[in-house]
């Protein structure tokens, strides 16, 4: 199933009216959706701005599962409703008031589609750097075995591991803006990062 049919399908449009919509015959977009005809740039543009999907290569490519879950959840963000309303509440001097209230129609699905998203899309980098004999995927298995190891070890080896991680993915940033999470500034405060980066540098490792 290619992106089309699978975003039609979840946005429950008939694939009749959606030929109607961008101008063309209900065969030719058969003939999309089985693949015999690739969909032109003029039409995939059409499509973009019909259903307010902004990646046109999605119309014209079978879907990883992660795709198909980002989809979904733009459609419920898309098609939801919210309503504010008033909910009473008692003060300290035992007296009723009211504070607004937002609720979202599509709020557990929506928080569902999104963490399940962002699941199904780190198995499928995680099988992307494991896949295959290549000296490098081999590599990256012995590495990610070595995680998993520490991930499942000692409160104290897991945190190291996360102070690292942290370091190589956010710390060195052209762009960091230099906020501190709370579990990692009072290493910071102790010059962890900055002893941590001359290690490196020491031994050729930095960046």
Do not use: C
């Not at 039609?8 to 961008?22: C, G, L, N, P, R």
């Not at 101008?23 to 003029?42: A, E, H, N, Y």
């Not at 980098?125 to 004999?133: F, K, P, Y």
């Not at 993915?169 to 803006?177: M, P, R």
């Amino acid at each position: 199933m290619i992106g089309l049919q699978f975003i039609a399908d979840t946005f429950q449009m008939e694939y009749k009216s959606v030929a109607e919509k961008i101008g063309v015959s209900k065969q030719t977009f058969q003939d999309w959706i089985k693949g015999r005809r690739k969909i032109p740039l003029q039409r995939l543009q059409q499509l973009s701005d019909l259903f307010g999907v902004n990646e046109v290569e999605l119309f014209q490519k079978e879907l990883t599962e992660s795709e198909k879950l980002e989809i979904q959840l733009f459609y419920f963000q898309k098609t939801d409703s919210v309503e504010d309303v008033d909910v009473p509440q008692i003060g300290e001097d035992g007296k009723e008031y009211f504070i607004k209230h937002t609720i979202s129609q599509n709020q557990n699905v929506i928080d569902y589609l999104y963490v399940r998203s962002k699941e199904v899309k780190l198995l499928e980098n995680v099988e992307h750097l494991i896949t295959g004999l290549d000296p490098v995927n081999e590599a990256n298995k012995e590495t990610l075995s070595s995680v998993l190891q520490v991930l499942n070890s000692s409160t104290k080896d897991k945190k190291t591991l996360e102070m690292v991680l942290f370091y190589l993915t956010e710390y060195q940033k052209e762009d960091y803006w230099g906020g501190m999470l709370s579990q990692y500034s009072q290493y910071a405060d102790k010059g962890f990062f900055e002893k941590f980066k001359n290690l490196l540098n020491e031994f050729g490792l930095s960046n």
